[in-house]
């Protein structure tokens, strides 16, 4: 059980373009979805979290013009990066929690290479 | 806010014998631990994790311990196997909200 889906796996994009990438909670409701982003060799850094049918909340330094994040069901969150750039190539990594429950449970990732 | 030390950074160990991972953090309000196993390309896995009512939990050959006075909690892996070869996280939290997490350990298991 626990299982966080991640689509696409890995996406190339023009600068300038938009890129969506989705998560999805597959065998359980998840009322908290958390955005991460890493760098080659270094920890995980929370860009945002979400609650289902509200509005994220932005870490500080997160620009929330240019991640867009939708948590429009108790399955799914969407991070739109908007005018990628090549300093937005990066891994980003979605996770989700349950009802109640301490743990969260990521999904396998999303490779961005902005040209 | 919360501040999550971890060491050491790269550790590598012969196949069989074991591994030990430290973490300490500085909110003595936070209550619960994971501890996540991370592959190459992939996304980190949850592998045990410790809440602050207990002192130790153990899965097979995966262990956690935490010393909530001292504000420290370590990963333990018995009989490393090769395949165990990854990067290890800890993090902290508070009911399982944001979760702070240190800076990884990469563990080289040599057969």
């Known amino acids: 059980g626990a299982v966080v889906s991640q689509h696409p796996s890995r996406v190339i994009c023009k600068s300038g373009t938009s890129v969506k990438i989705e998560c999805r909670s597959l065998?359980?409701?998840?009322?908290?979805m958390f955005w991460y982003r890493q760098f080659p060799k270094q920890s995980l850094m929370l860009m945002a979290t979400?609650?289902?049918?509200?509005?994220?909340?932005?870490e500080q330094g997160v620009e929330k013009d240019k991640f867009l994040i939708n948590h429009a069901s108790l399955t799914l969150s969407t991070l739109t990066v908007t005018s990628a750039h090549p300093e937005d190539s990066s891994f980003y990594i979605c996770s989700a929690r349950g009802r109640g429950v301490y743990e969260q449970f990521f999904g396998p990732g999303t490779r961005l290479t902005v040209l | 806010g919360e501040n999550v030390e971890q060491h050491p950074s790269t550790l590598s160990v012969q196949e069989g014998d074991s591994a030990v991972i430290k973490c300490t953090y500085s909110d003595s309000a936070s209550n619960y631990f994971p501890w996540y196993k991370q592959e190459l390309g992939k996304g980190p896995q949850l592998i045990i994790d410790i809440r602050s009512n207990v002192g130790e939990k153990k899965d097979q050959r995966i262990a956690v311990t935490l010393n909530k006075t001292a504000k420290h909690f370590s990963l333990h892996i018995t009989e490393t196997q090769p395949e165990d070869s990854a990067v290890y996280f800890c993090?902290?939290?508070?009911?399982?909200?944001?979760?702070?997490f240190g800076t990884g350990t990469s563990l080289t298991v040599i057969p």
């Open positions: 993090a902290a939290s508070i009911h399982g909200n944001q979760f702070y």
């Open positions: 065998d359980f409701q998840a009322t908290t």
């Open positions: 979400s609650n289902e049918g509200s509005k994220a909340t932005y």
